[in-house]
């Protein structure tokens, strides 16, 4: 059963969605750093920075584990690696008027190219000069080491104007406290080299849904899942599109969809993730019944061994009174009980 309206007059245009999405790895991105950039780290960790020489003698910072004009393997013999700096020069900068939660300052900042003395190009890091006035292009620089020193480029917390010195405060690994008295590397003796490093992925935008979006989240308030419809090829699109992919022409007709399909594909979900649910749990592609495109789901109320392409699904919905303006709205799709649907006769939209 499908209900049509067009597009305009008939979308409302009284609901604004604006969100906020984030796309994240929650807890950040674990990954093996090479030796090449493990040396580097590591020697960051101790209060050092070097580089590594090419075989045309110049010096690379940070390191890179080929020749960027050669593709030449770099830095396997310890005569290929140079301490440079501390000190430097920066060599372009930015301003930064209205520093980000995540950003290395919370004080306006210069996000700055600095090449250390001895190098021969230049890394990026914050320069805390107090001032925009404060900043020029070959000014020189000297970072501020801090104390709680991991392997990472934010062991440097930032440049401050001048030669230095750059002191290095004895480490004092994250969790253990600054040793009183000692040099610095009774601590380091102790510790591997740096192998492995937690990145961190977060991207945060605000999203203006705009009219195609609006009306499909009315919709989803409402426990009703739109379409639109492209007037060249008739395809049915949901999440609806303003404008059909393959014909480039707008979408302009609305389809009412049913909130039964098939499940053309899916994954079993091992791995645990903010927001989701509890492992494991399912995700897959249903295609509702007069679409032409599957929508990315969860499917539950069934042991996932039980779960398979081809079976029938239904919506199933939160209740009425704690709907809101969200596609949440729909908790995700469960089993019909129906006969499977042979592939063939999806094969087509997997
Ligand atoms: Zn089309």
């Known amino acids: 059963m499908t ?53 045309d003698g110049r010096v690379l910072v940070p390191p890179t584990e080929y020749d960027p004009q050669t593709a030449a393997a770099l830095g396997a013999a310890d005569e290929d690696w140079v301490q440079v700096g501390p000190a430097g020069t920066v060599t372009t900068w930015t301003w930064v008027d209205d520093p980000r939660p995540d950003h290395p300052l919370d004080r306006p900042f210069a996000w700055a190219l600095i090449r250390p003395d001895g190098a021969d190009t230049a890394l990026l890091h914050a320069v805390d000069s107090g001032s925009k006035a404060a900043m020029a292009t070959g000014m020189r620089v000297h970072p501020t ?21 750059a002191e290095v405060p004895a480490l004092a690994p994250a969790g253990v406290p600054t040793p009183v008295d000692g040099p610095a590397s009774d601590g380091e ?85 903010a927001g989701a649910p509890e492992v494991p749990f399912i995700s897959g592609y249903v295609l509702l019944d007069g679409a032409d495109v599957a929508m990315l789901a969860l499917v539950s109320d069934v042991p996932w061994q039980e779960v398979r392409i081809g079976m029938r699904v239904r919506g199933v919905w939160v209740p009425d009174a704690e709907r809101t303006r969200s596609v949440k709205n729909l908790k995700w799709f469960a089993p019909t009980g129906e006969p499977d649907i042979p592939f063939e006769q999806f094969e087509e939209y997997v």
């Not at 801090?146 to 062991?155: C, F, L, P, Q, S």
């Not at 008739?234 to 979408?251: I, L, N, S, T």
């Not at 049913?258 to 791995?271: E, H, I, M, S």
Request: charged share 20%.
């Open 189 to 273: 003796a102790e510790l591997e080299p740096v192998s492995m490093v937690t990145l961190p992925h977060r991207l945060e935008y605000r999203l203006r849904g705009g009219t195609v979006w609006n009306h499909f989240i009315d919709g989803m308030a409402v426990g009703q899942i739109r379409g639109t419809r492209c007037a060249k090829c008739g395809k049915v699109f949901v999440p609806p599109r303003g404008a059909c992919p393959g014909d480039g022409v707008p979408a302009t007709e609305w389809v009412d969809l049913p909130d039964t399909g098939v499940l053309t594909t899916f994954a079993v979900n091992n791995v645990p993730a």
């Open 3 to 55: 209900t049509q309206a067009s597009l305009p007059p008939e979308t409302p245009q009284t609901s604004d969605a604006r969100v906020v999405h984030v796309l994240e790895f929650p807890g950040g991105y674990t990954r093996s750093t090479g030796p090449v950039i493990g040396r580097f780290l590591t020697g960051l960790r101790s209060g050092r920075l070097f580089g590594v020489r090419m075989p």
């Open 145 to 165: 080491w801090r104390a709680e020193r991991t392997g990472a480029v934010k062991d440097i917390a930032c440049f401050a104007p001048g030669e230095g010195p």
